[in-house]
């Protein structure tokens, strides 16, 4: 180690800092729901070669791995001869993005000393974007809402107005989307001071050496990684619902030295509906499930990433062609690391967990008045629930915890606050983790009901309904999902619906897997999960052979 | 309260229990190892060392100021009471669930902290009512008595009870506690309406069952404390410090005592902002770094920022989400795993790491020579010449700098000794930085334009360096630091803050609603303090909570206390956009505007310290003994002045590059500064380019 090298370490530290305010300044200032109570962000900054040196960890994993791609193709379409001072350009595409018209990313070049040396770029989960809303239903992405090519939001300091009276017009939230397009633009600004003072500190005018050693040292950390990994070639498959029929995912993951390739050859082809993923989705969220269990402590730039080489035969449900429609692109992304798990299994047995509940249970929720003429007002939500994850070789899985996707909960109170709906129930869902060695974590059950003098619609984007997440080594699938009305009447795990005032929609979610033969679970913990109802007494003596 | 008076403060921690004694000759203070399992006796011990140095009679000493980690530490290892929670059908796994997410993304074998109530001790009854407090399900007082005829057979030590949306309604959980109370009238009960009336279940049940836990081992211990001062002959009354940093009588603290988390730390903020005050600091930063972690808040106008929630009893590596949020005023700070005793590794990456495990005072440093083996920052100072090996914790402990370079080459390998010290401390430097600015940013501040107070042991060695990263141009070194807390608790006002969750849109603004809330708020926090200064002056702060209709997350807004009236919705507009404003540097046109919370705090008036002139005309300090320690700015090692904190008398300036030694730690003065002794004891380090 040099002093060079002591240097080059604490500049790394610090741009981590400062990306981490630009993330903070983000979610301070968003309107959208899920950046602001899910963190569905990301920030970064890149290099002049596009290269990603430094990142936020946000809430959503497979989105920030998705705009670490985005920055290439915006200097390639916008020309490194027309990058001007005070530019700050936009997109919106999923195919160039992160994987949904939902998500706009802003990139804003940044200069020293008039020369250009790099990027700052961001991308968040916006409110609305015109089309449908938000849901699977569209059968063409066209239909999902407005579509903003690369381009620039604001040349050399002045604002498109264009663009502005374009978007105002399309889209049902404009004040909170062009709100939220000034804060993305304001925190890639606020941020470039600290990365200015910062190279004022240590006495460099540009980035190329700092990023060459970031590149370097997390690549071959990351190459160091996987040749601990057996060599050979790897594959699971995956059968899940899908909107209308299952999608079937499959990978095989070739380990060879330092290099580790995934492909998703023989997965199923696209939906008609909005659950289609663009491959630089699948890509993120299958180099996050790879990245956790192989090189987890590898901070995320594109030296981390490079080493995945991930790839989906065009055409399949995995790497969707225009103009599929690919709203909800996240239910069979949350899906890809419990995928690339699967197969990971088989090279490092105990190193990865039992499938999961996986994809969120998000539930948009339209309140609308039964009597037209009453003026009571209409009312949007967006509610996110977790199901349980799937056990690990040493531990329980995780109970109606979020995993891959990192969102967090809403408080009840304060969602019934601003919308007209009763939540009569949000508890652990007794006895829906699988049985193991380990158990798997449990799902959770939730009761809606409209408020006096409304019914709502609510766009079902629920998965793990027709297929259980599987146990690991013996240990026992998770309970599915089930969606209903608590007077029994079934409901779908995809689309929009109505429940009528009076009636109750139930939302029982998925377990976890267990991990390894529940025989062996140890019989305090199998005691506790009884004391704790966590199981029912039936359950103990079924699964775990328990008798007291 | 006349400066006169003999008063005493007392602050328990980890490691150590501080005294100071307050007396009409000036502060007399000690400090002793803490005794977890006879804690009162070190108190007793400390007052009556302190009492007879300083020539005081105990029976003259007409006030105790005590503060604790004691709660905080029986949250940490779970060693509360047994208790039962009560709550709303179809709630029972809120304190469970928690957020719902992963506080750290990419470890798969990751951990939640275990909920204090287990599932088998948390009850539910049929009953709920809507955000505006309307009963939409009735709670039946047969299905209550029944439930409470369950709850005290099973022979639980205490019960919270927290019922959705309790804070606009308390009726149904008052009627609860009646049912438990007629049964078991002597058994503690709880209710999250009285304890934290403040929207969000989360938070709230959090809150309650926190408070509900900890009370019967704080009632006992209240209790034993003042019997034995008593039988000591201190016969003055006992307040406690709280996290907001005031004081509540002992029976508040009894009833309260989700309110004495941190309190140690609040007491160190108050310390702060009193030398802030005196110095004419408007905007400062107080640094407080011991041998654990580092903890910084900002202050304003004399007066430490705060907070209505705060996390508490972190499992991870203090990360944030990896605690219990709780929702109680709090002096907001953050803290972050750097002191003295962190341990220093490399990573798989071969990069160098900087806590936040940490040597401790067992076995320490391993210049300290009791066993310890990895490299830690006192070890990098050592290395770099920042302390004096023969006079450390005054001459109590003989540093072996062999040891810490041993330490250092061999565990941070490819270094030697020299460099892998600089990478450490600049290593740790470079985190304290990063949590200060990150925090300014939070709040819509730019650190640069604070000025740090420095205290606890390490500080006054890493400020200069933490002010260069930061772009900081002052900083004072207050005298007695090490003990700073103490002092702090001897400055506080009593004080209450009560807070009130009441929903409600601007353009609906219910004045009359509000008012009669404000009124039982302020009515409630006067008692509270009367129970303490019945006679005292007070002062009163009120604060709204606001947001644009559809953010998530609500910010304080400081008001005058007013009779509301209808059209003071316009008023309210103003005072939340001027604040937004200054927090975004923006507002939003167009967009509806709420409340969600008020919070109104009734204080005794604090004492304002004498202002402190700053020195104008100065004295260079002649030539003399120096040393060689290595300024990291620079990158080289300088030949420093070496003197004891005791020859910087007012007016004797010292350039940089200087080292400044005194009992417990040292002063390190760059090469870019100049330390100029004050009237008061401290010491004013500016940058050489700043000053005229």
Known sequence: ?548 | MSLTTIRIGVDIGGTFTDIALQHPGGITSCKLLTDHADPGQVILAGIERSASEANVALADIVQVIHGTTLVTNALIERRGAKIAFVTTEGFRDVIEMRAENRFEQYDLNLELPSPLVPRQDRCTVNERLGPDGAVLLPLDPTEADALARRIVDAGYEAVAIGFLHSHTNSSHEHLMAKALLSLAPDLPVSLSSTISPQMRELTRFNTVVVNTYVQPMVSEYVRQLVRRLRSAGIHAPVFMMHSGGGLISVETAVEQPVRLLESGPAGGAIYAARFAESHGVDQAMSFDMGGTTAKICLIEGGTPKTAGTFEIARTYRFKKGSGIAVSTPVVEMVEIGAGGGSIASIDALGRIQVGPKSAGSQPGPACYGRGGEEPTVTDANLMLGRIDPGNFAAGAIRLLPDRSGLALESRLSGLSAADAAFAVTEMVDENMANAARVHAVENGRDIEDYTMIAFGGGAPLHACRACEKLGITSAIIPPGAGVGSAIGFLQAPISFEATRGLFQRLADFDADATNRALAEMGNDARAFVALGAPSEPTTTKLVAFMRYSGQGWEIPVELELRRFQGKDATWLLEAFETAYQQLFGRTIEGLAVEITNWSLTVSTRRMIPDGIERQSELHPLQPGETRDFFDAALRTTVSARSLSRSEILPGVQVDGPAVIFEDDTSTIVTSAFAAVGQSDGSLLVTRKDTQR
């Open chain 1, 1 to 548: 180690m040099t002093d060079a090298s002591i240097d080059h370490q604490i500049m790394w530290n610090r741009l981590i800092a400062v990306v981490e305010e630009q993330g903070t300044t983000m979610v301070r200032t968003a309107f959208s729901t899920s950046v602001r109570e899910a963190g569905d962000l990301s920030a970064g900054l890149f290099d002049l070669r596009a290269r990603m040196m430094a990142q936020a960890v946000t809430g959503t994993p497979g989105h920030v791995n998705a705009m670490a791609e985005s920055v290439a193709h915006f200097v390639r379409e916008i020309g490194p001869e027309n990058i001007r001072e005070g530019d700050v350009y936009l997109t919106n595409d999923p195919w160039k993005g992160t994987g949904h018209l939902h998500d706009i990313t802003v990139v804003s070049p940044t200069f020293r000393h008039g020369l250009h040396i790099g990027f700052f770029a961001c991308t968040a989960h916006v409110v609305d974007i015109g089309g449908r809303g938000f849901g699977p239903d569209a059968n063409e992405v066209f239909e999902e809402g407005v579509l903003i090519p690369i381009m620039k939001f604001a040349d050399r300091g002045t604002v498109s107005a264009d663009l502005i009276r374009i978007l105002r017009a399309n889209v049902r939230e404009p004040v909170q989307l062009i709100g939220d397009l000034y804060s993305l633009a304001a925190c890639n600004e606020a941020v470039d001071r600290r990365l200015q003072d910062m190279m004022g500190e240590f006495g460099i005018d540009d980035l190329e050496a700092l990023s060459d050693y970031i590149y370097e040292t997390s690549r071959n950390a990351t190459h160091a990684a996987i040749r601990q990994l057996p060599d050979g070639r790897y594959s699971n498959t995956m059968q899940v619902d899908g909107y209308d029929a299952p999608a079937t995912m499959i990978v095989e993951l070739v380990i060879d030295g330092d290099q580790l390739t995934a492909d998703f050859a023989g997965t199923s082809g696209m939906s008609r509906f909005g659950v289609n993923v663009p491959e630089v989705y699948t890509r993120a969220y299958s180099c996050f499930g790879l990245k956790s269990a192989i090189a987890p402590h590898v901070p995320n730039n594109a030296g981390s990433l490079e080493p995945f080489r991930i790839s989906a035969p065009e055409g399949c449900i995995l790497a969707a062609r225009r103009p599929a429609p690919v709203s909800v692109r996240h239910i069979l992304g949350h899906f890809l690391p419990d995928l690339v798990f699967g197969a990971l299994h088989k090279a490092i047995p105990g190193s990865v967990p039992a499938e999961g509940a996986s994809a969120l249970w998000n539930i948009q929720i339209s309140s609308r008045s039964c009597d037209p003429d009453s003026g009571l007002p209409n009312s949007e939500v967006l509610m996110f629930h977790s199901g349980g994850t799937g056990a690990r070789s040493q531990s329980d899985g995780l109970s109606a915890t979020a995993f891959p996707s990192g969102v967090s909960t809403m408080s009840v109170e304060a969602t019934e606050n601003v919308s007209p709906i009763i939540v009569w129930r949000k508890d652990l869902r007794q006895g829906s983790g699988g049985a193991g060695t380990c158990r798997g974590g449990l799902g959770q059950t939730v009761e809606i009901e409209p408020r006096s003098g409304y019914e709502f619609y609510f766009n079902a984007m629920f998965d793990r309904v027709d297929h259980a997440a599987r146990g690991l080594k013996g240990g026992s699938a998770g309970e599915q999902g089930f969606v209903e009305l608590t007077d029994g009447t079934k409901m779908q795990g995809k689309g929009r619906q109505l429940v009528k005032n009076g009636k109750r929609l139930r939302l029982r979610l998925p377990g976890g897997g267990g991990y390894g033969d529940p025989a062996k679970r140890s019989r305090e913990k199998v005691r506790a999960d009884v004391i704790g109802d966590y199981i029912t007494a039936a359950q103990a003596r079924e699964d775990y052979g328990f008798e007291e």
